[in-house]
C-alpha cells in the first residue's frame, strides 16, 4: 500500500511541473504571434522587464552583504539569461517553435554528456544527432529550413548550458529566489535597450504591453513559481526529465496557437532527441550528479 500512496503523492508536484511546462512553450507561442508588433527583441525586452519587476516586488531581494564573487556570479547569470532569451527568440521567428525547441535542447544534452564521462551517454549522444540528421533531410540540407534561425537555436542551447551551470552557482550563494530577480533584472537591464532601438515607441502601445505582459507571466513567472513548489517534494531527476518533454510540448504549442504544422519525420527526429535527453539524465541520476536548472525562453 506504501508504494499506491508514494505514487499519489508525486501526482501534486508532478502536475505543477508539467503546468509549467505548458506555460512556458504557450507562452513562448504567444510571443511568436507577438512579434510582427515590435519584433523579436522588442518581444524578449517586454518579457524580461515584466518579469524582473514582478521577481523584485514579489522577492524584494537583499542587495548588501554580497560579495565581488557573488555578484559577478549573478551577474554572468544575468547576461546567460538575456543571450539565451534574445538568441532563441530570433530562431523562432525564422523555425517552427517545436524545432527551434528541439535544437536548443542539444546544449543541456551535451552538458550532461560531458559531466557524466560514461560510455552509455555516447549512445545518447548519436541518438540526438540521428534526430538532427533526420531534421536535416537525412543529410541533404537542413530540409528547408532557415539556417540562421538554427544556428540562433543551437546558439541559445548553449547559452542555457551556461544558464544551467551559473543558476546552480547563484542558487548557492543567494537565498530563496533572490539571486534570480536580481539576475533577471540585470538581463533586463541589458535588453531593454535593444528593445528599444527596434521597437521604439511601439513598446508603449496598451495591447503590446499587456501581450508582453502575458507573455512574461506565462513564461517565467508563473512556471517558476509553480516548479519552486514543486520542487519542494519532487526528486531533481524526475523534474530534469521532465524538462526532455519540452520539444513536444512546443511543437504541440506551435501547431494550436501558429499552424505550425511537423512532417512525420520532423516529429521522430524530435521524439529521439527527448529519448536522447531522457537517458541522459537518467544516466546521470544513477551518479547522483543532476542538478536543477529552469530555463528562461519558451
Known sequence: ??????????????????????????????????????????????????????LLVVCRPRLRGHSRTDWGTVVVFGIAMGAMNLLFYQAAARIPLGLAVTFEVLGPLTLSVIASRRA????????????????????????GLDLVGVAFAVAAGAMWAAYIIFSARTGRRFPQA????????????????????????????????????????LSSVL???LELIALRRLPASTFAVMMSLE????????????????????????GLVITASMGAVRTQVGRG???????GPG
Request: net charge positive; aromatic share 4%; hydrophobic share 60%.
Open 120 to 143: 552509455v551517454n555516447f549512445l545518447w549522444a548519436g541518438l540526438a544527432l540521428c534526430g538532427v540528421f533526420l531534421l536535416g533531410g537525412g543529410g541533404d540540407g537542413l530540409g
Open 289 to 295: 550528479r543532476v542538478r536543477k536548472g529552469r530555463r
Open 178 to 217: 533572490d539571486g534570480l530577480a536580481l539576475a533577471m533584472t540585470v538581463a533586463a537591464v541589458l535588453c531593454l535597450p535593444l528593445g528599444v532601438v527596434e521597437a521604439g515607441g511601439r513598446l508603449l502601445d496598451p495591447v503590446t504591453l499587456a501581450l508582453g505582459a502575458a507573455v512574461a507571466v
Open 223 to 225: 512556471p517558476y513559481t
Open 247 to 270: 520539444p513536444a510540448i512546443a511543437a504541440l504549442a506551435g501547431f494550436l496557437i501558429l499552424s505550425q504544422a511537423l512532417s512525420w519525420v520532423q516529429a521522430l527526429a524530435i
Open 1 to 54: 500500500m506504501a508504494v499506491p500512496e508514494a505514487r499519489r503523492g508525486s501526482l501534486g508536484p508532478v502536475g505543477l511541473v508539467l503546468t509549467g511546462c505548458v506555460s512556458v512553450q504557450f507562452g513562448g507561442a504567444l510571443a511568436v504571434s507577438l512579434m510582427p508588433r515590435v519584433g523579436a527583441i522588442g518581444v524578449v525586452s517586454l518579457r524580461l522587464l515584466v518579469a524582473a519587476l514582478v
